[in-house]
């Protein structure tokens, strides 16, 4: 499985974005999938994922109430709907896909067999 993320760019907080992770390869339809990030200097971290069946997970409820993951198996797609966006942010946005994985591993990046290249989002004040 290939994953192509796109959609980052520079905004201004408060502002909305849309991160896509296009899949070839492979169909996703059984595959649980992930956004991560990675800020300057801080470590990889989870922002939200979904397991085969369209449950969700997110890391914060700051991050549930803004954030807004999503898949079009017809597309081979998984986004992620970023709004209200703020400084904190600003990072670099992985997508990852796993086969099978579970709803509560979903926040484990290890676990992940497949990661897109990262789209870099900055969110100025």
């Known amino acids: 499985v290939q994953l192509q993320a796109s959609g980052g760019g520079l905004v201004q907080a408060g502002d909305s974005l849309r991160l896509s992770c296009a899949a070839s390869g492979r169909t996703l339809r059984n595959y649980g999938l992930g956004w991560f990030r990675q800020a300057p200097g801080k470590e990889r971290e989870f922002v939200a994922g979904?397991?085969?069946?369209?449950?969700?997970?997110y890391q914060t409820d700051n991050m549930k109430g803004r954030l807004t993951i999503s898949r079009d198996n017809a597309k081979n797609t998984v986004y992620l709907q970023m709004n209200n966006l703020e400084p904190d942010d600003t990072a670099v946005y992985y997508c990852a896909a796993k086969q099978g994985i579970i709803w509560s591993s979903l926040g484990v990046a290890s676990l992940y067999d497949y990661w897109g290249q990262g789209t870099l989002v900055t969110v100025s004040s």
């Open positions: 979904m397991n085969w069946s369209g449950s969700t997970r």
